[in-house]
């Protein structure tokens, strides 16, 4: 008897019965399995036995076999019979029973409909239950692409896409694979240090979502599923991974909450893809901006239903954050086991028209602008339009609100899918971000993957272009994934359309500071202090590791204001996992107060490329502190970026700037910068200086009385020199002498100047001024060119007839009929230095007449 025939036997009474029928398939001898197999009638099922001496009965256009019964032998085979029936009801109430009973803690399980249908024929042919072990993720691939990253503690976590083994693989890319790629430890690209683990079985197989970490958790939000083959998507469910446990938790049926510019409430969170996103963990939230959905992002969408594309800002803030933005959180209140969603729609300019949907572009977090600082989005587009970044879009986090920033220089082309890190300078005085390659969808079906290299360097917002002609550079690529540390930038798979057969192992660094692709990532920061010697200053007790999150306060956390001082600034500091777990730059470690400054950037220093272009040097201070295109609403245009102490290893400082903001919404209790450490004790309170304060603004005032008395002494010499050259030409006209010319001053008793060279003052002198105010020449009143000339007439007071073509200004000493001569500002007694003191507007008249 087949297995397949097994399944379709039932019990039936184990009475003596005159006969018991068997049922069978014409067709059984045959080897062929039936495409499908339907449930039979209840009708149909008895308890049998075969015979093959059973007569044949042919009933309803199917073939039956019958037989006698034959008497039980003994009546223990009836006991048996009746005992196992006993057996079976009871393992079939219990169950049911224990859900009922009213002792029980839990809830009774509801019982289900059940629909019949076809059985697959692997189901059918499993005979044993299913324990093998969920095999560990491949690392040797042929391309990947389209995945999400997160960086922990000197350990990149690597998180589905798409993937192939061979250059013929066209279908079955989605994957859910988890793997790490160890950033505590040397390794050359061509042999990266990747682990694969085990593939969860939770989680969706999901490309192009994103990979939000805190510092003990990853968070998958977000990407479309499968559509070669087509797989419908599930309802969206954030899934996060524990990093200590190492596993996934699901957190089903989100909700938004309102609050500044969010007021969608209690609505689902719906899953998109495509859009760009970005963690940051020192404010216990991440952000997904743009993006699209369709019938592969979102369960029920019908795929005859065209996508749409989004410009909202989707904010999550961690469990254990406050997050003053949202409603639900007001007074202090921190965000729950699930987190808290607020979904923003009405921040600043994203109301307007001239903020458009895209996709597929790049948000970048930069720290030290506003409160909490600020987001930029690069890039992106829809199928039609694109987004140009002559014009970036800012987002202060502190305000909930998007402004437009523009930039100067040449800026890259329009592109989609690139990919982007920021790094910090040492002191903070410019923050610089790399974006890499990215493709054109324009021409439709002839897209261009780019391998440029470009710099966006803040607070100056220019563009600058990395020359790489003498480099091996990787090829063009979209869909790869960037990230930093130890300030380098590690890129990971990416499309590369048909310029590659296989594309192994896929792993790329980028050195920051030399702006060179080299072959292998330097670990500069050991995962703990066993592998490399701590500085001296410092007292951390607790080693992290490197492929898991420490939450030990780093070791000799100095605060950032340039009056403090530490041993964790000096040039010889090195990093560890317990001492600077954040990987940030030595003057910029997080403390119990402060966030310190961007992650990622420890061993970072400023290119001579950026040097060239905002001044300063490799450490920084950088001498263009504000956007070259004067910004004009947003942080930007009202401060300038937080600044930090560099102490060189001579003990000199190698910039002296202001101090840096605190993060009043830094509260969870596992955040590293907030632990407690003895090292925060000997750091000093940011009060100002009152006494450096008045003494600055006294040396102030100052200045300027001095600056002011030098200007009337010179005012008074000038003043002087004139009135007895007036006095002396005054005593000769009256001898009846001839007068010399005199450049520029009018003789009591004549009506026009005369220039140096004894000639008339007339209209055909010109000087230059601006377009827009009257004509040029001749009066023609012509705005085409930049500049246009001016004409002076014979006035005495110095303004213009109209014959010069342009508006006449009237001097405030003017009368109505006619001008002041110069023997009226030049009679009268000799000048004093306290008249000129007192007036120097008038003194400043005869000097300009001169």
Known sequence: MSGLDARDQSFSSCADAPLRVTTERTEASTSKRPQSVQFRSQEEFYLVESDDNADVDERDGKSYRTEKARSWSTAGSVLMYRLGASAFILAVAVPLLRGLLPFQHGSAVPIQPVSGGPIPPEIARRTDPDLSKRSDSPTDICFRWAQQSAVVNGTLYLYGGEATTSPSQTSNTWNNDLLTLDLTQTWQIASPSLTGLAQPSGPPAVALGYLWNSYDSLYLYGGEFSDSPRESPTAFS?????????????????????????????????????????????????????????????????????????????????????????????????????????????????????????????????????????????????????????????????????????????????????????????????????????????????????????????????????????????????????????????????????????????????????????????????????????????????????????????????????????????????????????????????????????????GYTVPQIIIDVIGGDKSGGATVTTPVVTATSGPLATGKPVTYTVTNSDGSTATETASSNTNPNNSNPNNPNTSSSSSSSSHQPNHPNIAAITVGTLCGLLALLAAYLAFCAYLYRKQLRLYKHHVLLSQRQARGEKLPAMAGLAIAGTDSAVDGFGRKNSSDRRGWRPSGVGGGAGGSGSESASYAQTGSSSDPSGSRGDGGGGVRRRSSEEGGGGGDSTEDLLGGSEPTFVGVLLNPRRSLKVVNRD
């Not at 050195?511 to 920061?525: I, K, M, N, P, Y």
Request: net charge negative.
């Open 238 to 602: 954030l899934w996060e991974y524990q990093l200590d446990g190492q596993q996934w938790v699901e957190h089903s049926d989100p909700k938004t909450s309102s609050g500044e510019s969010a007021p969608s409430n209690e609505e689902a969170v719906q899953r998109a893809a495509e859009g760009a996103g970005v963690s940051v963990p020192s404010l216990g939230r991440g952000f997904y901006f743009g993006g699209h959905q369709d019938g592969y992002t979102t369960a029920g969408w019908s795929q005859s239903v065209a996508r749409i594309y989004l410009q909202s800002l989707l904010e999550f803030t961690y469990p254990g954050y406050a997050n003053d933005q949202v409603t639900a959180l007001d007074n202090d209140q921190t965000a729950g086991t699930d987190g808290n969603y607020r979904n923003i729609t009405e921040g600043g300019l994203q109301s307007s028209a001239g903020f458009t949907e895209r996709a597929d572009g790049v948000l970048l977090y930069v720290p030290g602008f506003g409160d909490q600082g600020i987001l930029l989005a690069l890039a992106g587009g829809t199928n039609d339009t694109f987004t140009q970044m002559n014009n970036i879009d800012v987002y202060d986090i502190a305000k909930s609100s998007w402004y437009k920033q523009s930039t100067s220089g040449s800026y890259p082309k329009i592109r989609v899918n690139p990919c982007a890190v920021v790094a910090a300078a040492p002191d903070g005085s410019s923050y610089n971000i790399y974006m890499f390659g990215g493709q054109a969808l324009q021409p439709a079906g002839n897209q261009q993957q780019y391998q440029d290299l470009w710099i966006l360097t803040l607070p100056s917002f220019t563009w600058i272009e990395v020359d790489m002609s003498k480099q091996s550079v990787p090829y063009g690529r979209s869909g790869h994934t960037c990230n930093i540390w130890d300030g380098q930038m590690v890129m990971v798979g990416g499309y590369v359309g048909d310029q590659l057969t296989c594309d192994t192992p896929g792993v790329y660094v980028f050195d920051l500071s030399s702006c060179e692709w080299v072959q292998e990532f330097t670990a500069l920061s050991p995962g703990s202090d066993d592998d490399a010697s701590s500085s001296s200053g410092s007292d951390a007790d607790t080693s992290g590791s490197g492929s898991s999150t420490s939450t030990s306060t780093p070791g000799n956390a100095a605060s950032s204001s340039s009056s403090s001082s530490s041993d964790s600034k000096d040039a010889d500091f090195n990093s560890t996992g317990s001492n600077n777990p954040l990987n940030q730059q030595p003057a910029q470690l997080a403390n119990a107060s402060n966030a310190g400054g961007l992650e990622g950037s420890y």
